[in-house]
């Protein structure tokens, strides 16, 4: 079984601001993690993926989150936000294998407020 | 190409009433899974089918059912409802059953009074 945990119900920062959203999971199985981006009344947008590799993963618009095995977690990091960032941010973690065949496992979410 | 997508958008049923939600995946998808995101929450694991059989089955109870027809689009039934069961149900869609990348439905927000 595996569980998220995200340190930071509520995050708000000022425009231009750096970011960091923490993540960290449990699990007995290797994993495959996962950040989405929820704005309202939407459905969830993948913002970055680690499957294997490189440690270091980085989304189109400027995010990057690393994978820390040692540590268990997936911190989600941008350097500069912009207003359009604000939104509610879910990392997920599914098992590579086994029993967690295909199922996702959401943390209770971040909520991103970008300020002027 | 089309996302994925959910049918209907927003839905008010009366407890004890039986609901159908339906989902289309992403042409060439053959997993669908279900989620229930009560509000405030992150999504909630329900179901998966992969080529039209049960993969995996969250902790909900047997008021809870879906299935997945040959062109691999899925539905979600809910019976005798209750006022818990208001929530935005989301279908992600994948190419296969490993979760590698799943995409999301804009979701169906039901609400039960």
């Known amino acids: 079984a595996q569980s998220v945990t995200q340190l930071d119900s509520q995050v708000p920062v000022f425009e231009e601001a750096p970011v960091e959203l923490r993540c960290n999971y449990s699990s007995s199985v290797s994993v495959y993690l996962f950040w989405y981006v929820q704005y309202p009344n939407q459905g969830l947008q993948l913002l970055l993926k680690?499957?294997?590799?490189?440690?270091l993963v980085e989304s189109i618009n400027g995010f990057e989150a690393e994978f820390n095995k040692s540590q268990t977690s997936f911190h989600l990091r941008k350097p500069s936000v912009h207003i359009s960032d604000t939104a509610e941010y879910f990392c997920a973690v599914s098992g590579a294998g086994g029993t967690s065949y295909g199922k996702l496992t959401f943390g209770q979410g971040t909520i991103l407020t970008v300020h002027p | 190409d089309a996302g994925v997508t959910q049918s209907p958008t927003h839905l008010i049923k009366t407890r004890g009433q039986h609901v159908t939600l339906r989902c289309s995946p992403i042409?060439?998808?053959?997993?669908v899974s279900w989620y229930q995101q009560v509000l405030g929450q992150g999504p909630q694991f329900i179901f998966q089918?992969?080529?039209?059989?049960?993969?995996g089955r969250g902790n909900f109870p047997d008021r809870f059912s879906a299935r997945q027809f040959p062109n691999y689009s899925s539905e979600l039934n809910v019976n005798a409802l209750l006022l818990g069961d208001s929530a935005l149900y989301l279908c992600a869609s994948s190419r296969t059953g490993f979760n590698t990348e799943a995409f999301f439905g804009q979701g169906t927000r039901l609400t039960v009074v």
């Open positions: 680690y499957l294997s590799g490189s440690t």
């Open positions: 089918y992969y080529e039209k059989e049960e993969r």
């Open positions: 042409s060439g998808h053959k997993s």
